[in-house]
């Protein structure tokens, strides 16, 4: 398994930062706000990374092109959620990495004509940053923030380059 990417102490307690919009509020408040956005924005895209979220989504009929889970909230597995995908495509991603198997299953799925779910075997996490740098300009990429709400990216040449910065500080570690 190549490691593409490696998580720092220092970048860990960055990330804790929302790097997007938070939408504090119950499911059904931060889902209505949601959907609101998408209404007013009409994102190219939307790319869901979370079980929570996931779920959620789909529960209020917003169906991301990509989804990306790992069967497991808050640490703890849970049930896989059901989906309504044409494609599911399983990687390995070991907690505070970022693999170049899902790497390339995040660019496959963004490129495919279909709605894609991703499974990891491992943490999903950092592949927000992935997603971000690979969406199209005018994607919305969006992820729960624990116990506070859901966090929305705005893809934009700004934020892909802010994602490309925290990618390039993270340690580049090559071996398998």
């Not at 703890?76 to 495509?89: A, D, G, Q, W, Y």
């Not at 299953?105 to 999903?124: H, Y």
């Amino acid at each position: 398994m190549l490691i593409v990417y490696s998580l720092t102490p220092e970048l860990r307690i960055k990330l804790k930062t929302p790097i997007g919009t938070l939408i504090r509020g119950s499911f059904a408040e931060t889902m209505k706000t949601f959907k609101d956005m998408i209404e007013k924005e009409k994102p190219v895209i939307i790319v869901s990374v979370g079980d929570t979220v996931s779920k959620n989504l789909a529960e209020n009929h917003v169906f991301p092109q990509l989804s990306i889970v790992d069967n497991r909230v808050m640490r703890r597995n849970v049930k896989p959620i059901s989906l309504m995908t044409e494609k599911t495509i399983h990687v390995k991603n070991p907690p505070g990495k970022i693999t170049e198997e899902a790497l390339e299953a995040i660019q496959e799925a963004l490129k495919s004509d279909c709605r894609v779910k991703l499974v990891v075997d491992g943490e999903e996490d950092l592949l927000t940053l992935i997603a971000i740098l690979y969406s199209p300009e005018n994607s919305f990429v969006v992820y729960g923030q624990p116990y506070e709400g859901v966090v929305v990216v705005k893809v934009t040449p700004e934020k892909k380059a802010e994602v490309a910065r925290i990618l390039k500080a993270m340690e580049n570690v090559r071996k398998n």
